[in-house]
């Protein structure tokens, strides 16, 4: 009885998490970076906001 086919399997399907798994973290990555981007460029975009005469001022 050989156990080449199962090792085999088991190795390839090692392969293939650890790839997903480096993909995954680098699209995530990508998707953060991208975000604070966005959200950097929204708040410099943005005039700063004025206190309206109905605000309080401390």
Do not use: H, K
């Amino acid at each position: 009885m050989s156990y080449q086919n199962y090792v085999i399997a088991a190795y390839a399907v090692f392969v293939v998490v650890l790839a997903w798994d480096f993909i995954a973290t680098r699209l995530q990555v990508r998707r953060a970076l991208r975000n604070a981007r966005l959200l950097a460029a929204r708040r410099t975009a943005r005039p700063a906001p004025r206190p309206s005469s109905e605000e309080l001022i401390r």
